[in-house]
């Protein structure tokens, strides 16, 4: 007798649903891609009991009465019809698996409604048995409703986790549905309460604002090849504490992905602390047949025929963003005005403040006299001014330069010799190059608390400047500059320097060879499993460049891409700029502190230091009125 025998439908379907129905959430999934490849504009789901019970209603265009049981059946579908359109699809479903799949492990109502038809048409499915279909009333699109899910699989209910942990992972894919169609109005309710409403918008970046509630995002685009990234991301002052709020999609399609989550995460480079995360939603497009979507069971995955494309076209679509630094206020914005609105007029006009007095009617107050006051005398009582006036600096002032600093490693020395312009932030002949009225150098300079931070001020708040971490990020982007410019000291190595890999290593690090060696190391194959590298910059040593190159090596092998080698000059670059430049505790001169301004305004990036350290605090004048109980 034989061993072998074909499994029975209901088991095999059962096991389709433990791979695409893995939990409710899976289910939620899939229930909404079909409405949305049915064209829906507006999707309404309820779900209760942690997802035992969910309930979609679309506007779509429903189904004739004939598909509703092949819609059922396991590989039944409307959207492929070859195997040519697995690799141009341009819907979310393709397989034909998922109705079918839950339908199996649960009981199914399925509703449909098509344009013109006089009344909707309803089949129900309990475990996989259809009954027959029955006209009812009902709007046009489609309804499915799943009752008692794994009902019949007891084995597989008691692997659920808990009511809420379950609700939570159906809003976080509700919410990623929502992101990845701006244009589709959503209406989530939570046993019975509503509990998130987005309509429909006109732009990804609206989208993004809307969902994740944060009022300005930031967007970036790059392109590399035949591979787009968009992004719409938070500046480096709005973190997370875990890349839960890090959002990719692949062909629109919501996905996990470590090598795309590992380029959001090196486009922040230098710009967070260590245990923050950036917020972010990424798109990556490409050509439908370079990328395989066919490859997970829940379509959470994808594969690139060229993953190292799309790595560097999501790090590029941050990071160019970034590095011009839009968080920071432009000059001509009234945050930087150096006049009080109403002043004009003999009093303080408190505008876009409700509940407050206008006191710009207030009667113009006694002029101050020129000669000396005595203590009696009766003008030393009048408190109000006509004008509150800021003396801002100008920005083209030539430069005054800092003390000579002790101390300063003679690594750094060494590596910014031949470097005039990274020398000349510290030599005392040396004067800035005039430039063009910035933020930071429109602050007006008060004076230095506990000989560490800068007081500043302008029309709105008070800026403390941490005048260390400051000056940390001018030097820091100098040394970097002048590696990236080619002014530093190559050394050749007499025999070259040999660095044993896996030749799958090997092969994948001199792909990029003439990446590398624009950076200033160049390296040729010794063997097929080890590397040569035959010059290197003077200020890494042999042992970190073993170390750094055998990194970036396994970093392009799993993920396309790497940053590794400008992840090690940054962190040599920035301990050599925070042993060489002011210190905490160090006394400036007004003087000073102005260059330094003037110094941060040539670099985007001057609101953090290259550890992510905020640069400054700001604390507005509001907030002070209302500590003083000036206002409430």
């Not at 919410?175 to 998130?196: T, W």
């Not at 040729?524 to 080890?530: H, I, K, R, V, Y």
């Amino acid at each position: 007798m034989s061993d072998i025998h074909v499994l029975a439908p209901e088991v095999v379907d059962q096991i389709a649903a433990g791979e695409v129905v893995e939990r409710p959430a899976h289910l939620v999934k899939e229930l909404v891609e079909n409405s949305i490849d049915a064209g829906a504009t507006r999707v309404h789901v309820e779900f209760f009991d942690g997802g035992r019970m969910v309930k979609v209603i679309d506007n779509g265009k429903g189904m004739a009465p004939g598909d509703l049981p092949k819609a059922l059946e396991r590989f039944a579908t409307s959207k492929i019809s070859k195997t040519d359109d697995l690799w141009k699809l341009r819907t979310f479903g393709f397989r034909g698996e998922a109705l079918a799949s839950i339908a199996a492990v649960s009981k199914l109502t399925l509703t449909s409604r098509r344009p013109g038809d006089e009344q909707a048409h309803q089949l129900i499915s309990e475990y996989g048995k259809k009954k027959d279909i029955d006209k009812v009333g009902g709007s046009q699109g489609t309804t499915i409703l799943i009752e008692n899910l794994f009902e019949n699989t007891p084995a597989r209910l008691k692997f659920l986790k808990s009511d809420a942990a379950e609700n939570t992972a159906i809003k976080t894919t509700l919410k990623a549905m929502a992101l990845s169609h701006f244009d589709v109005e959503m209406r989530i309710q939570e046993n019975g309460k509503l509990v998130a409403f987005w309509p429909a918008c006109k732009s990804r970046k609206e989208r993004v604002e809307q969902i994740l509630e944060i009022k300005t995002m930031f967007e970036g685009e790059a392109v590399r090849e035949n591979v787009r990234a968009y992004a719409v991301f938070a500046d480096p002052h709005n973190v997370a504490k875990t890349a839960k709020n890090i959002w990719l999609f692949a062909q629109n399609r919501w996905i996990q992905d470590r090598s795309l989550q590992a380029a959001v995460n090196e486009a922040y480079r230098n710009l967070l602390m260590h245990g923050e995360y950036p917020i972010a939603v990424v798109w990556v497009e490409t050509d439908p047949d370079c990328v395989d979507v066919n490859i997970h069971p829940t379509k959470s995955q994808v594969k690139f025929q060229e993953p190292s494309l799309a790595f560097r076209a999501v790090a590029g679509a941050l990071r160019s963003t970034l590095e011009t630094a839009p968080w920071v206020p432009k000059m001509g914005a009234s945050s930087v005005s150096p006049s009080f609105g109403g002043a004009a007029q003999g009093g303080v006009e408190f505008k876009g403040t409700q509940g407050l007095p206008n006191f710009a009617a207030m009667t113009k107050p006694a002029a101050m006299p020129t000669e000396n006051l005595a203590f009696d005398d009766s003008s030393l009582k009048v408190t109000q001014f006509q004008k509150k006036d800021f003396s801002f600096p100008t920005v083209n002032q030539p430069k005054v330069s800092y003390e000579t600093l002790a101390g300063a490693a003679e690594s750094r020395q060494n590596f910014v010799a031949d470097s005039a312009d990274v020398e000349s932030f510290n030599d005392p002949g040396s004067e800035a190059t005039p430039a063009s009225a910035g933020y930071w150098s429109s602050l007006e300079v008060l004076g230095q608390a506990n000989l560490t931070y800068i007081v500043t001020q302008n029309r709105d708040k008070i800026v403390f400047v941490d005048q260390h971490a400051a000056h940390e990020r001018v030097a820091f982007e100098r040394l970097m500059s002048a590696w990236k410019g080619g002014k530093i000291d190559i050394q050749d190595f007499l025999f070259p320097l040999a660095i044993d890999m896996s030749p799958e290593k090997v092969e994948a690090i001199l792909t990029l060879s003439s990446d590398i060696e624009r950076l200033g190391v160049h390296i040729e194959a010794l063997g097929p499993g080890t590397v040569g590298v035959k010059a290197a910059p003077l200020f890494i040593k042999e042992s970190i460049l073993s170390t750094v190159l055998d990194r970036m090596a396994g970093e392009i092998v799993e993920q396309g891409g790497s940053y590794s080698l400008e992840r090690a000059v940054g962190d040599i670059c920035a301990t050599m700029a925070c042993h060489s430049v002011v210190r905490a505790g160090q006394a400036l001169s007004i003087d000073q502190m102005k260059n330094l301004l003037r110094e941060m305004d040539q670099f985007p990036l001057s609101s953090f230091c290259p550890h992510g350290r905020p640069v400054s605090v700001e604390y507005p004048f509001y907030k002070l009125e209302k500590d003083f109980g000036r206002i409430v």
